[in-house]
T-cell receptor, first 116, second 113 residues
Framework: DAGVIQSPRHEVTEMGQEVTLRCKPI?????LFWYRQTMMRGLELLIY????????DSGMPEDRFSAKMPNASFSTLKIQPSEPRDSAVYFC??????????????FGPGTRLLVL | DAKTTQPNSMESNEEEPVHLPCNHS???????IHWYRQLPSQGPEYVIH???SNVNNRMASLAIAEDRKSSTLILHRATLRDAAVYYC??????????????FGKGTKLSVKP
């Protein structure tokens, strides 16, 4: 199994530009999560989907952020317009429903975003 | 969500056992204790989890105190590859949702050759 796949692995952009991060979850997993990691705030959950439907987006910082999951094998996280404070590592994770609250999340390698 | 407290950092020698502590004095009866670790420049990876009884898997052992107010992740023989940040996380087993993996600052483990 290839694991969770994220692209690009690194992204450098200028303030004001649109940024799109992509994620392919593990086949058969029906939960997908987007996290952001910074030195200041650590790892924080942004949004998660179940069966392609957004369940909880309370962690999305503001309207500049949006996430979609058009099908079971693909999700995007978009930032428009991007700002320097969005610089972070963005992780995608997926899981399948095991025993409640015991399921394991599998993380991708992350996308390192730098907004200049 | 109940909170966990971990030391900021720990050091170990290669091939020696490592005991990583976690305090969770406000844990509820339905909270599961999960451990994840994050190797440098990688995403977090699952290590182990438990509720009341001690647990073993190929990666580690989890020792849970009888009152469940603390737990210890045990790496039986540390290798250089075990150098990582280790996160102790409580999963709400009652009324919580799938997304409740709340990461604290974790413990940064260094392994010396």
């Amino acid at each position: 199994d290839a694991g969770v796949i994220q692209s690009p692995r690194h992204e450098v952009t200028e303030m004001g530009q649109e940024v799109t991060l992509r994620c392919k979850p593990i086949s058969g997993h029906d939960y997908l999560f987007w996290y952001r990691q910074t030195m200041m705030r650590g790892l924080e959950l942004l949004i998660y989907f179940n069966n392609n439907v957004p369940i909880d987006d309370s962690g999305m910082p503001e309207d500049r952020f949006s996430a979609k999951m058009p099908n079971a094998s693909f999700s995007t996280l978009k930032i428009q317009p991007s700002e320097p404070r969005d610089s972070a590592v963005y992780f995608c994770a997926s899981s399948f429903p095991g025993a409640p609250y015991q399921e394991t999340q599998y993380f991708g390698p992350g996308t390192r975003l730098l907004v200049l | 969500d109940a909170k966990t407290t971990q030391p900021n950092s720990m050091e170990s020698n290669e091939e020696e056992p490592v005991h990583l502590p976690c305090n969770h004095s406000t844990i509820s009866g339905t909270d599961y204790i999960h451990w994840y670790r994050q190797l440098p420049s990688q995403g977090p990876e699952y290590v182990i989890h438990g509720l009341t009884s001690n647990v073993n898997n190929r990666m580690a052992s989890l020792a849970i105190a009888e009152d469940r107010k603390s737990s210890t992740l045990i790496l039986h023989r540390a290798t250089l590859r075990d150098a990582a940040v280790y996160y102790c996380i409580l999963r709400d087993g009652y009324g919580g949702s799938q997304g409740n993996l709340i990461f604290g600052k974790g413990t940064k483990l260094s392994v010396k050759p």
